[in-house]
Nanobody, 116 residues
């Protein structure tokens, strides 16, 4: 079965950095677009970044452009989100996502808290 397991969240001060990882299994990783979403309690889940199958193309929500970088390793079946210059408004639960044959799959999420 499809499994996505995120790791790397935590507490960081404004201006700091964190790297998130997503370990994928149960599907042919290299064939699918991978995304990172985030959700603040009480708000809708927001698409943060997307990377195409070979990693040649990436897209970001405007609020993170120039600060976040999405990447993937199709040998290790891993997706990554490097977050730099973090701001308090980046505080959220971050989720790894893949859509396969019209079904959305999510990891369990990892909490990122940006606070002084």
């Amino acid at each position: 079965q499809v499994q996505l397991v995120e790791s790397g969240g935590g507490l960081v001060r404004p201006g700091g950095s964190l790297g998130l990882s997503c370990a994928a299994s149960g599907f042919t990783f290299r064939r699918y677009v991978m995304s990172w979403y985030r959700q603040v309690q009480g708000k809708e889940r927001e698409l943060v970044a997307t990377i195409t199958t070979a990693g040649y193309n990436t897209n970001y929500v405007d609020s993170v452009k120039g600060r976040f970088t999405i990447a993937r390793d199709n040998v290790k079946n891993m997706a990554y989100l490097q977050m730099n210059n973090l701001k308090p408004e980046d505080t959220a639960v971050y989720y790894c996502h893949v859509a396969i044959s019209g079904t959305n799959y999510w990891g369990q999420g990892t909490q990122v808290t940006v606070s002084s």
